[in-house]
């Protein structure tokens, strides 16, 4: 009886610990009874019933799946070896356990196929610098495709894009010759950058070097006017003074004569090319004028009347005309 007892309870101790099932916060459990899909259990503790039902638990976290490398021709016919990485996530349990026997491998299987038809539609230079439109494109497709499992492909990431040893010195030496090309084409900038500099600064400083000069002969001929005009002013001046002085004071012939000698020596000394004769050479070619005039009249030195016809007395007032 005790023993019945004992195993009463111990059977129904083992009763109460099978009918409850832990959950962690990453995961769903889905519940089986006989077989058949009865409901799906969220994180906690949770009640089942004993021998009846089962619990499978379905992990929801993003999962990395790696794609095997493979051989895939491009569009130039070049063989390049791919593999990429995908990230996935359930978010369907019910659909990845119950559509898809392994969503992981299938999954897989067709990113490979994908990816080869991808990059046989491209040529190499168009792979290898495409990364991004390739990893674009191919989660696409597989969103697309496994959405109906129940998971979404998050991303996928390109690996590896490696052609084979020669096409990698091909292009290893083409890299080397265009970066060679782009110094050279950026030596040639700088020294024409250079050169346009130079010579821009060339031509401003002959620019400030001629308005320099330009404004410094302005400034000169300015002094040089101002110069000339104060002295003409000052001449004018003094000629006024005199001839004010002289007229006041209504100065002899003496007083005439006395200027008329003090500007000698200033008139001797200019450079002009006009020539001043003093007062008594010009009285004396005045009279000599006169006489070859009466010369050349017949009046004088002999000339008929001359001798019967006296002169007019001094003093005397000259003869009336004749009508």
């Given at each position: 009886m005790i023993?019945f007892?004992?195993?009463l309870?111990?059977?129904?101790?083992?009763?109460?610990?099978?009918?409850?099932?832990?959950?962690?916060?990453f995961?769903?459990g889905?519940v089986?009874r006989?077989g058949k899909?009865?409901?799906?259990?969220d994180?906690?503790?949770?009640?089942?019933?004993?021998?009846?039902?089962?619990?499978i638990?379905?992990?929801m976290?993003?999962?990395?799946?790696e794609?095997?490398?493979?051989?895939v021709?491009?569009?130039?016919?070049?063989?390049?070896?791919v593999?990429a990485?995908?990230y996935a996530?359930?978010t369907?349990?019910v659909?990845?356990?119950?559509?898809i026997?392994?969503?992981?491998l299938a999954?897989?299987?067709?990113?490979?196929t994908n990816l080869r038809n991808?990059?046989?539609?491209m040529?190499?230079?168009?792979s290898?610098t495409?990364?991004?439109a390739?990893?674009?494109q191919l989660?696409?497709?597989l969103?697309?495709?496994?959405?109906?499992?129940?998971v979404r492909v998050?991303?996928?990431?390109?690996?590896?894009i490696d052609p084979p040893q020669?096409?990698?010195?091909?292009?290893s030496q083409?890299?080397k010759?265009?970066r060679?090309?782009?110094a050279n084409?950026?030596?040639?900038?700088?020294?024409?950058q250079?050169?346009?500099?130079?010579?821009e600064?060339?031509?401003?400083?002959?620019?400030?070097?001629?308005?320099g000069k330009?404004e410094?002969?302005?400034?000169v001929?300015?002094a040089?006017?101002y110069r000339?005009?104060t002295?003409a002013?000052?001449e004018?001046?003094?000629?006024m003074?005199v001839?004010?002085?002289?007229?006041?004071?209504?100065?002899?012939?003496?007083?005439?004569?006395?200027k008329?000698?003090e500007?000698?020596?200033?008139i001797a000394?200019?450079?002009?090319?006009k020539?001043f004769?003093p007062?008594?050479?010009s009285?004396?070619?005045g009279?000599?004028?006169?006489?070859?005039e009466?010369v050349a009249?017949g009046?004088?030195f002999?000339?008929q009347?001359?001798e019967n016809?006296?002169?007019?007395?001094?003093?005397a007032?000259p003869?009336a005309p004749?009508a």
């Open positions: 023993i007892v004992a195993a309870v111990f059977f129904a101790f083992i009763m109460v610990g099978m009918s409850f099932r832990v959950i962690r916060p995961e769903k889905l089986e006989l899909y009865q409901r799906m259990l994180s906690g503790l949770n009640v089942i019933i004993p021998f009846f039902d089962s619990v638990k379905v992990d976290r993003e999962m990395v799946l794609v095997p490398s493979q051989m021709i491009t569009k130039d016919n070049v063989v390049v070896e593999d990485v995908i996530q359930v369907d349990p659909r990845s356990r119950y559509e026997f392994n969503y992981n999954a897989t299987k067709l990113a490979q991808i990059i046989g539609d040529e190499l230079d168009q290898l495409s990364r991004d390739i990893n674009a989660r696409d497709v969103d697309t495709a496994t959405d109906k499992w129940g998050n991303r996928v990431e390109l690996q590896r020669d096409i990698t010195d091909a292009m083409q890299m010759a265009e060679l090309k782009r084409i950026l030596g040639a900038e700088g020294f024409k250079a050169a346009i500099l130079k010579a600064g060339g031509k401003q400083a002959v620019i400030l070097e001629a308005e330009s410094a002969i302005k400034r001929a300015e040089e006017k000339q005009v002295v002013e000052g004018a001046g003094a000629i003074n001839f004010t002085a002289i007229h006041n004071g209504k100065a002899t012939e003496d007083v005439i004569m006395l008329y000698l500007a000698l020596p200033k000394n200019g450079q002009a090319s020539l004769l007062l008594e050479t009285k004396m070619l009279s000599l004028a006169a006489a070859v009466a009249s009046k004088g002999g000339g009347g001359s016809k006296p002169g007019p007395k001094p003093g007032a003869p004749q």
